[in-house]
């Protein structure tokens, strides 16, 4: 029996057959009212931070998994898992931070966005942000050897093409981080032991909840330890064949998996009595 259903933010539950959404659409909605009417646990598992999706949704969730597993929330209780100490100067260079073409961002665990140089073209057009797209930060600050900065949670690096965020991936090795791919160009960055997998294990044993008891849906790169992982695992229709051939299922929406999931409950339940 599926007890909870742990869902990826971007791509997924903001989606709906073809179609992106701004916000959970109704048809995701009502899927996951009916759900949790059966008595049913509802979790977002997203490279997000973990207020982010109240920019979409006032519901309560049962778990959110941010930042790929950085951060697991449950009930009124936030666990982070932040980067190891780190010389910060030596990481801008290994992270190729400080060259212009790039964007890397620091995350600090209070959620301020440091960067290296406010003036890099990438930078400055995240902040101007014409296209009036959410962001999800307390402010962006240039780094100053100087200061004192709290401690780092994550890092999102956006490099201008894949074979330059593959180098920086395999540069990682030796520090005790590693990148999680968030697209073929961008990586986050996060202590080696973090991933989106562990992440939903932890917040599952909170919910006193074993792995098989938990429904999986995403449609990216960083989902594939969870369909690794958890043996009902949905993929959305949308992405990448060999990211949906990894899943046990395809879907086109959240909704559908959902449906999906209680036809399975119901039958295992008439099965054995």
């Not at 791509?11 to 916000?23: E, M, N, S, V, Y």
């Not at 992270?95 to 960067?115: I, S, W």
């Not at 039958?267 to 009595?273: F, M, Q, S, V, Y």
Request: with cysteine; glycine share 6%; proline share 4%.
């Amino acid at each position: 029996m599926i007890r909870c259903v742990m869902m990826d933010l971007d791509g997924t539950l903001l989606r709906i057959k073809d179609q992106k959404t701004a916000g959970i659409s109704d048809e995701n909605e009502q899927a996951l009212i009916r759900f949790e009417k059966a008595g049913g646990l509802t979790g977002i598992a997203t490279s997000r931070s973990p207020s982010y999706i109240r920019h979409f949704s006032r519901r309560t969730w049962s778990a959110i998994v941010g930042w790929n597993g950085a951060a697991i929330q449950t009930a009124d209780t936030l666990q982070l898992h932040p980067l190891p100490k780190q010389d910060i100067k030596q990481l801008w260079k290994t992270l190729a931070g400080d060259q212009p073409q790039n964007r890397v961002v620091m995350v600090t665990t209070d959620n301020d966005f440091l960067v290296y140089d406010l003036t890099f073209p990438l930078v400055r057009g995240y902040c101007e942000n014409p296209l009036g797209l959410i962001q999800d930060h307390r402010r962006v600050v240039e780094w100053d050897s100087r200061s004192k900065h709290d401690s780092i949670a994550v890092i999102f690096a956006v490099y201008p093409d894949a074979p330059t965020a593959q180098a920086i991936r395999e540069r990682l090795a030796s520090t005790g981080l590693h990148g999680i791919w968030t697209s073929p160009r961008t990586l986050m960055i996060t202590d080696k032991q973090v991933d989106k997998a562990r992440g939903i294990l932890e917040a599952t044993v909170q919910l006193g909840l074993r792995k098989e008891e938990v429904a999986v849906i995403g449609d990216d790169f960083n989902d594939l330890t969870c369909f690794e992982t958890f043996p009902a695992s949905f993929c959305m229709a949308s992405a990448e064949p060999e990211i949906q051939r990894q899943a046990r299922w395809t879907v086109a929406s959240v909704a559908e998996a959902l449906a999906l999931i209680q036809r399975e409950n119901a039958a295992a339940k008439a099965l054995n009595g």
